[in-house]
Each structure stands twice: as C-alpha cells, then as structure tokens.
C-alpha cells in the first residue's frame, strides 16, 4: 500500500498512541498533558498506510537568536516512525516535506536536539552548539574570590509566583546569546512544570533561587535535590547578568546540606564556572551535542545575521536535499549586517550546507572543519578570513532542551 505524507488534522490522542509507540517507551499522563501544551496542531506533518498513523515530525515556532539578530526557526520535535514501517524512507519524506514547507512559508532555519545525532545529517543538519554535562563533589566544590559576591542575596521563590521576572530575564539574556529562544507563554509552562521530567524517581519539586542585587534580579537558577543511591543537586539551569551573580548562585548550588555532589546536564561551553573552580579536576565534564541546525534558505539565512569582521566570499554550497540551496552564493556582510545572494561567480570556498550549518551560529570554527577535509578552499586565504568572520563573540547555547 502507497504510504501518504501530508498535514495531520486528527486528534491528539491518536498521534500521542502513534509516537509512543515509535519512541519504544509510554510517557506519563503528566508529561503528555505538557506535550500537548505545546504542541502546535498545524505544524504537524504524519505517514499514513490507509487509515494507521506510521509516522511523524511536528515543530515548533522558535524566534532563534543568531549573531547579530534574531531569525523565524521550525523546532524540529516528536519526529519518528512506528517499527513495522522502517527501513522504507518514510522519514526521509517527512523530513522533505517538513522543511520545504519551512521555506515556502520563509523560514530559513530548523532546529532540533537529537536522540540519534547519526541521522540528521543526511538531511542537511549540523553540529551547530554543544554544551558541558558536569558533576562537581561537595569536597572540591571552593570557588576563587569574585569581588562584590558579598553584595548579592540569594533567596528562595515559588517557580510559579517569581515566572515573570524569571522569564523576563531568561528572554533578555537570550537575545545576546546565539542558540537561545524566547520563552513563550507555553514554554513558560514547560520549564517550570515536573512534567517533563523523564525521571523523577527520589526527585524533590523544582526549586528556585533567585539572586538580588539592592532589590534588582541579577540572576537566577531551577533546581531540585534528589536522593536516590546518593544525594545531589540536580541543576536544570542558571542564568546570570554578571559575574559576581554567577558566582553567588553557583556558591549556593555546590554547598548543598546532607548532599554529596553537584550536577548540570546544560552547562555552556564558555562558562566562567569551570575558570572559577579552585581546583581544576573538581568538575567531571562531558561534551554533549546540543542544538542541530538546518538552513531551508540559505541565502536569507546568512543575511540574517552579522559576522565578526568584514566578509566577501563566495560560497559554493553543495545540497542534494534541497536543491534550490545548491550553486554559489555571494556572501558580503560585516558587524552591522548582510547581505548573500545566488551568483555565477566561482566559490572561493565549497562545503556541503551541514558544514555550514555547523558554523551558522558561531560555533568555531570553519577552519577546523577545513582541516578535517570538509571545506575545500578554492581561493587562498578564503578559508581563514571567512572562519574569522563565521565566529560569534558569545559561543552558542542552547539552554531549553525541546
């Protein structure tokens, strides 16, 4: 029977059957009902085998910072295939579908975190942040001296009653860190509700400190303390506007009573912590990928954002996936903008839109991916001028998993 792929117009309950049933594992009854909060009904793209759901991919409505600015992005959630249906390129159409639908509506970016990163990146995604899982014993836990520490109060909030101000700061920060997207009203409710948990077995409700200044939000961090075989801080995240902030809500964080250790599954890359531990074994660090990009359009989504010094280059972008993609494209743009449109001209530099999309939101560097062989620089000099150019003064991070 010839497998349909179209826009779903069914009911949940339908699709939650078919998706828990292509993940291998039931959700609660919790998680389902903040799975449907945000679920966006129209964004969702299903294979049919007559009547029987076989497969899926929906996405979200993030506004995305990139450097520089702020680009429309589709993130990529809930997508798999029911077991008896795969092996038969049913996600290959769905993915096809899904971000040829992103760019006629003129989204030039989709986004996803990956349960299996191997198989994105035949459909054009790539690395684009990773982040730090770390693990920190309450016997290496001292921290350097930072000046004006003494000068911030750390307090205990409701999750709920402090949401206003807590999102509002989440939201300003984010529009100066690449990889970050603004808290809407329904991931307002995701972050701050157990339901999205997987575990929460020897879990405490989701706790909140926030860190004042003279009565000012300077910071603030969600956490819970669980006590399973061990007992340890469970940090789901921190965010700070300084350093002295930063390092007060951390100080809190690593001195739990009746605990043994500290964990943080999305600590940046670039985080002061790991500079402020005395000493430099204390945090266990683990790299983890964290957000998968995808450009629909390449060219609006590289005038989209700003670039670190100035850039002329012409870029020869190979895309089986989405042909319009493929050809030459002359990319000139600076700090205060850009612009990036198809030409004849030859490339100075060839490299397949994964590559690009591994460096579109700053994340270093071209020229490592030069040096593994997957750019190929045409015209001398192109390759590290334009690496230069690619780097965001802030390393992207994607603080809100989805």
Request: with cysteine.
């Amino acid at each position: 029977m010839k497998i349909g792929i179209g826009h779903y117009g069914g009911e949940w309950d339908k699709l939650r059957a078919m998706v828990e049933v292509a993940f291998s594992a039931p959700w609660s009854e919790a998680q389902l009902e903040t799975e449907q909060k945000v679920w966006e009904p129209s964004r969702s793209i299903v294979a049919t085998d007559g009547d029987e759901l076989v497969g899926h991919t929906g996405a979200f409505s993030f506004d995305l910072t990139v450097p520089g600015g702020r680009v429309a992005a589709g993130g990529v959630t809930m997508v798999g295939v029911v077991p008896t249906h795969r092996r038969r390129g049913i996600l290959r159409d769905l993915m096809r579908q899904q971000l040829t639908g992103l760019y006629e509506e003129g989204v030039p970016l989709a986004v996803l975190t990956a349960s299996e990163p191997v198989i994105y990146g035949r459909f054009g995604y790539g690395l684009a942040s990773d982040h730090q899982q770390v693990t920190i014993k309450k016997s290496s836990r001292e921290l350097r001296k930072v000046a004006g520490v003494e000068d911030v109060q750390v307090r205990f909030a409701d999750p709920q009653e402090s949401l206003a101000r807590t999102t509002a700061f989440h939201n300003a920060e984010a529009l100066t860190r690449p990889g970050m997207f603004q808290h809407n009203e329904n991931f307002q409710y995701y972050v701050t509700h157990d339901n999205v948990v997987t575990d929460l077995r020897g879990a405490s409700p989701l706790r909140c400190v926030l860190a004042e200044r003279d009565g000012e939000l300077v910071g603030y961090s969600h956490y819970r303390t669980r006590r399973t075989d061990k007992g340890f801080v469970d940090v789901a995240r921190v965010h700070s506007s300084d350093l002295a902030a930063h390092a007060a809500l951390w100080q809190f964080l690593l001195e739990p009573d009746l605990l043994s250790e500290t964990t943080y599954e999305q600590l940046p890359s670039d985080d002061p912590l790991l500079y402020l531990l005395v000493d430099p074994r204390a945090a266990h660090a683990t790299t983890l990928d964290g957000i998968w990009a995808r450009l629909t359009d390449v060219g609006k989504a590289l005038a989209a954002r700003t670039y670190a010094e100035d850039v002329d280059v012409v870029l020869g972008i190979e895309d089986d996936f989405l042909p319009w993609n493929a050809g030459s494209w002359h990319l000139t743009g600076n700090q205060t903008g850009a612009t990036c449109e198809k030409t004849d001209r030859t490339p100075d530099l060839v490299l397949g839109v994964r590559e690009l999309a591994t460096v579109y939101l700053g994340r270093p560097s071209l020229a490592l991916l030069g040096a593994a062989g997957l750019v190929e620089e045409k015209t001398e000099g192109a390759l590290r001028a334009t690496s230069r150019a690619f780097v965001s003064a802030r390393v992207p991070w994607l603080d809100t998993g989805f």
